[in-house]
């Protein structure tokens, strides 16, 4: 098992940046790639990006591609997520997720938090 804790929303302006944070526990949380997803009420869950368990690889949907940087402290069990320049259009619960090296689907999720962009 591994568990998630988001942390790190609130509520900016547009143009302004946000650091959210994911800090894991449980089995060797340092073995599994982490995934950003966010959800926008009334749409679906999106992939944001994803970071391989070294990382030394990154993946970003195009929305968020040059704005927002993953990246992952093993020695801390976290992983964050740089978002800069924000858009209202990001408005959105952010969710963290883990996946085992050797699967497909992210078997762990944290509870989510809360990132509100104004206009």
């Known amino acids: 098992q591994v568990q998630l804790v988001e942390s790190g929303g609130g509520l900016v302006q547009a143009g302004g940046s946000l650091r959210l944070s994911c800090a894991a526990s449980g089995r060797a949380s340092s073995n599994y790639a982490m995934g950003w997803f966010r959800q926008a009420p009334g749409k679906e869950r999106e992939f944001v990006a994803r970071i391989t368990s070294g990382g030394d690889s990154t993946f970003y949907a195009d929305s968020v591609k040059g704005r927002f940087t993953i990246s992952r402290d093993n020695a801390k069990n976290t992983v964050y997520l740089q978002m800069n320049s924000l858009k209202p259009e990001d408005t959105a619960a952010y969710y963290c997720?883990?996946?085992?090296?050797?699967?497909?689907?992210?078997?762990?999720w944290g509870q989510g938090t809360q990132v509100t962009v104004s206009s």
């Open positions: 997720a883990a996946r085992a090296i050797y699967a497909v689907k992210y078997a762990y």
